[in-house]
Nanobody, 121 residues
Framework: QVQVVESGGGLVHPGGSLRLSCAAS????????MGWYRQAPGKQRELVAN???????NYADSMKGRFTISSDNAKKTVYLEMNSLEPEDTAVYYC???????????????WGQGTQVTVSS
């Protein structure tokens, strides 16, 4: 069984910073990619950033320069450092892991339960 668990959300003032963590655990053979998505009220879920096996990173244009994604492969954990936060960044942030469980021969997507980030004065 595979689990993906996020942590680190909360309330922050505009201009502030926050660091999210996401850990994958369980019977995992290989992780291809892990990434962060967010969904604001009334809006579709959108990509924030992801990191692919080998270290390639991708960012949504509006997050470039403010957000940084990194990973600790040994811990099967990905981090999202968010700086210069704006009220428009308020959303539920979800982690997605694309990985191959030991019980399977193909890659599958696993989502975390989400963590709320609220940017407000």
């Amino acid at each position: 069984q595979v689990q993906v668990v996020e942590s680190g959300g909360g309330l922050v003032h505009p201009g502030g910073s926050l660091r999210l963590s996401c850990a994958a655990s369980g019977s995992i053979s290989t992780i291809y990619a892990m990434g962060w998505y967010r969904q604001a009220p009334g809006k579709q879920r959108e990509l924030v950033a992801n990191i692919i096996q080998g270290g390639t990173t991708n960012y949504a244009d509006s997050m470039k320069g403010r957000f940084t994604i990194s990973s600790d492969n040994a811990k099967k954990t990905v981090y999202l450092e968010m700086n210069s936060l704006e009220p428009e960044d308020t959303a539920v942030y979800y982690c997605k892991a694309t990985l191959m469980p030991r019980s399977a021969l193909s890659f599958r997507e696993y989502w975390g339960q989400g963590t709320q980030v609220t940017v407000s004065s």
